[in-house]
């Protein structure tokens, strides 16, 4: 099996992000890649410019962004941990969970050069292979930068995530209705009670959501109660 492991800060998600990951998918003949937000990258902790969305938010976003994406799998593991996140954990995790498995790691062509300075980066070049991309004309910093203006970002973002980046959807504050929603998708076979396909990663939305997104005077939540626009 081959496993691809792409994670950052995604800070937030954008369609460079979406682009490399079905480009890793293709080039390696991958049969899963995970996607993985950190909880605070090591290299990003004192910038006080990354923290413009909470992890559990760029985690929500993701999954907007990914839905759909064949063989992609959004994996929560580091902000479920939280504290800095070392990709030396993640990996090793994922090699003592799939043993056996080629497992590749995606970054950024300017992250190459610093790969050594990686926390235990030797064990981490025998447990993976570095596979590097360029950067893309995207970035999240200037999507940040154009939100904090008031400015578009359409055409950097996917369309999912631009849509709840403009209205401030959140998930639900329970977190057990979020895990009873999710665990009834699983039953149900992916469908939310609207009958549109929401697996793998929960996000529909349906028209009515949408209706009621684009209402200035409506606050609440989805009618699978998976997401609040507060």
């Known amino acids: 099996m081959k496993i691809g492991i792409f994670g950052g800060s995604f800070n937030p998600v954008h369609l460079g992000h ?20 950190a ?13 413009m969305f909470s992890g559990d938010r760029r985690l929500m976003l993701v999954r907007a962004a990914f839905n759909g ?25 994922i090699a003592e969970a799939n043993p056996g498995a080629e497992i590749f790691f995606i970054v950024g062509e300017d992250s190459v050069e610093g790969l050594p300075r990686w926390k235990d980066s030797e064990e981490l070049a025998k447990l993976c292979t570095f ?60 469908y939310c009670p609207c009958r549109l396909p929401k697996l793998p990663e929960f ?16 606050h609440g939540l989805c009618h699978c109660r998976l997401y609040l626009k507060p």
């Open 18 to 37: 979406v682009g490399v990951a079905k480009r890793a998918i293709d080039e390696l003949a991958l049969d899963k890649l995970l996607v993985i937000p």
């Open 39 to 51: 909880a605070t990258s090591p290299f990003k902790t004192g910038d006080a410019g990354e923290a």
């Open 69 to 93: 994406v064949d063989k992609v799998e959004v994996d929560p593991r580091e902000i479920v941990r939280g504290g800095v996140s070392y990709a030396i954990d993640t990996v090793r995790e």
């Open 131 to 190: 596979k590097a991309y360029p950067r893309t004309s995207e970035s999240s910093t200037e999507i940040r930068r154009r939100l904090a203006a008031g400015e578009d970002i359409a055409g950097l973002v996917p369309p999912a995530v631009a849509l709840f980046i403009k209205h401030d959807v959140r998930e639900a504050d329970d977190e057990k209705v979020v895990k009873a929603v999710r665990a009834g998708l699983v039953r149900k076979e992916g």
């Open 203 to 218: 996000f529909c939305p349906c028209d009515e959501f949408k209706g009621q997104l684009a209402d200035a005077s409506y």
